[in-house]
């Protein structure tokens, strides 16, 4: 198994998404997993917020748009 550890996204990407081709692939393929704890709407971020705040995630939170 292959690890490749990504240890920042700023999530500037070009217009034609050339930025996320690589990623994408790797998710697409079961060689990276991501570790995502809840998602929230963009409408309830203070409920993401608070629930970041409480602490104990098992991956990140995400927003959904």
């Known amino acids: 198994m292959r690890v490749i550890r990504i240890n920042r996204f700023d ?20 060689d990276l ?7 929230f709407d963009l409408e309830v971020v203070q409920d ?7 602490g104990g995630l098992k991956g990140r939170v995400a927003l959904t748009f």
């Open 48 to 54: 993401a917020h608070r629930h970041f705040l409480r």
């Open 33 to 39: 997993r991501l570790r995502v704890d809840s998602a």
């Open 11 to 30: 999530g500037q990407v070009r217009e034609d998404s050339s930025g996320l081709a690589e990623p994408a692939g790797l998710v697409d393929r079961g």
